[in-house]
């Protein structure tokens, strides 16, 4: 299917946690919005390929995603090759969305880094005629995204634009704490992580209302692009969207 919107994750989580009330508020607009995920996130210390799957369909259901789809790379292998490439560009000439999103290219998870590099040149090589692929053995006509833009992770950086997310960041939450393996549970035997820290989940709302203070919101999401994003002054004073593409 078309998608409006089309997200790349390294695994099961990265969306929802980066910009999960994005899409949940591009969903509530009416746009068709997907996901597909990387690797099943099999090398995660806490749960298992099956509790994630479960995990990411729940969430999908909570952001009411139009497409979610997992590609089953192989988890904390996530550098750029031929063949990955080619599996992203297949699936970017499929579902021909209008905004791509990445990973940010800097990040503490390799797999991020590795994500971000192989969404970048794919959403460059898809334009191209002379790189030909195939989708259930018909050829596909080639197809570029409008915008390129990345999403925030662990670390930081200076934001292109910020997303008002004040009226989906609890819907993101939910979908965010629908993986229960990943985060802090009292009663886990599982060993500690990164983020199964109990002031995680604290940092991630702390986050959302730093960057939604930054814009007079309540809550917000940062974002990053390579290129320069029109504003349409007229669009923004009328109170609509700020830019031409979100």
Same mark, same amino acid.
Do not use: C, V, W
């Given at each position: 299917m078309n998608l409006d919107v089309l997200i790349f994750a390294a695994h099961p989580?990265?969306?929802?946690?980066?910009?999960? *009330?994005? @899409?949940?508020?591009?969903?509530k607009l009416g746009l068709t919005v997907g996901v597909i995920d990387l690797t099943k996130g099999e090398l995660g210390t806490r749960g298992t390929e099956e509790t994630r799957k479960r995990e990411a369909d729940k969430?999908?259901?909570?952001?009411?995603?139009?497409?979610?789809?997992?590609?089953?790379?192989?988890? *904390?292998? @996530?550098?750029?090759n031929d063949d990955y490439l080619k599996r992203i560009i297949i699936k970017i000439r499929k579902h021909k969305p209008k905004l791509l999103f990445a990973p940010y290219f800097n990040d503490r998870?390799?797999?991020?880094i590795g994500a971000s590099q192989l969404v970048k040149e794919a959403f460059f090589?898809?334009?191209l005629h002379k790189i030909e692929t195939e989708e259930n053995n018909r050829p596909q006509i080639p197809f570029r995204p409008q915008k390129l833009f990345y999403y925030m992770q662990t670390y930081e950086f200076?934001?292109?634009f910020i997303f008002d997310i004040s009226e989906t960041f609890e819907t993101k939450m939910q979908a965010v704490l629908t993986?229960?393996?990943q985060f802090h549970q009292p009663e886990s035997k599982e060993p500690e992580t990164f983020i199964s820290q109990p002031i995680f989940i604290q940092f991630i709302e702390a986050r959302a209302k730093y960057f939604g203070f930054k814009i007079?919101?309540?809550y917000g999401e940062a974002f990053f692009s390579e290129e320069e994003i029109e504003l349409d002054i007229a669009v923004f004073l009328n109170g609509t969207s700020?830019?031409?593409?979100l």
């Open positions: 989580d990265d969306a929802e946690l980066s910009m999960g *009330g994005t @899409i949940a508020k591009l969903s969430a999908a259901e909570i952001l009411s995603l139009a497409h979610r789809e997992n590609l089953g790379l192989k988890d *904390g292998s @996530i550098k750029f998870h390799p797999d991020h090589f898809s334009g200076k934001p292109s993986y229960d393996t007079g919101k309540q700020k830019n031409k593409y």
